[in-house]
């Protein structure tokens, strides 16, 4: 997996340098050259970074269910850190990486319980509806063992442990609560509207997301349409 990883960053780092030089004012043909190379460069990735991620998202389940929480954490974050720069891949040359999801795209996402702005989804607008169906993973607001599994009828923790769609952190400080997410997600998919618009709505556990030793992650398939 260690060769995989380094010849996925390979490529994606020398095709984020091909975005980053988009220039205006450049010859046709070299914009054109340019397309064709991306356009493969995401073709030959796509698979790669598919079978990379499942294996990480294995390992760092592994990790989690044998408490050790380090390594874990560390996955987490390269996991983060593929999906941030296949978004830098995708997104039209020249342009930097949204950070919210893109209108209709289903995703699956990967949310830290140690995160006040666990997964950001970004601005919404008032009617807009987001889709929440629970994949995998255990989490806890408090302790050092992942135990919780928020689409559970009966969570260890009750409430505190559910997922939440709240406002962005302020000062570090979780945002107000906006609605928590049932169990039995993966029976039901959630949907919610959003009855007003909001600048900053993230996806976190409920209560003390802003513990930086809570363990664990869980991920869900989203989808947010406007």
């Excluded at 599994?149 to 400080?173: M, S, T, Y």
């Excluded at 039995?184 to 919610?192: C, G």
């Amino acid at each position: 997996m260690k060769m995989n990883a380094l010849f996925l960053k390979t490529v994606i780092a020398l095709a984020c340098a091909s975005i980053a030089k988009a220039q205006t004012g450049e010859p046709a043909e070299l914009t054109r050259l340019r397309s064709s190379y991306d356009s493969a460069v995401q073709r030959a990735v796509k698979p790669l970074s598919e079978t990379y991620l499942a294996e990480l998202t294995k390992l760092r389940d592994t990790y989690t269910k044998a408490a050790k929480l380090d390594e874990a954490v560390k996955i987490a974050e390269e996991i983060k850190h593929v999906r941030e720069r296949l978004g830098l891949i995708t997104a039209p040359a020249g342009e930097a990486r949204a950070e919210a999801p893109v209108a209709g795209q289903e995703l699956r996402i990967t949310i830290p319980a140690n995160d006040p702005n666990g997964y950001r989804i970004g601005a919404v607008k008032r009617g807009d509806e987001i889709t929440l169906q629970y994949i995998e993973g255990m989490w806890k607001n408090h302790g050092g063992i992942a135990t919780a599994n928020p689409d559970d009828p009966k969570v260890d923790g009750g409430d505190e442990n559910r997922l939440a769609i709240a406002r962005g952190a302020v000062n570090g400080a979780p945002g107000e609560l906006i609605k928590l997410v049932p169990g039995d997600t993966r029976k039901k998919i959630f949907r919610f509207i959003f009855p007003t618009s909001r600048e900053e709505v993230v996806l976190r556990i409920n209560t003390n997301s802003d513990r930086k030793q809570n363990p664990g992650a869980v991920v869900y398939s989203m989808k947010l349409t406007r």
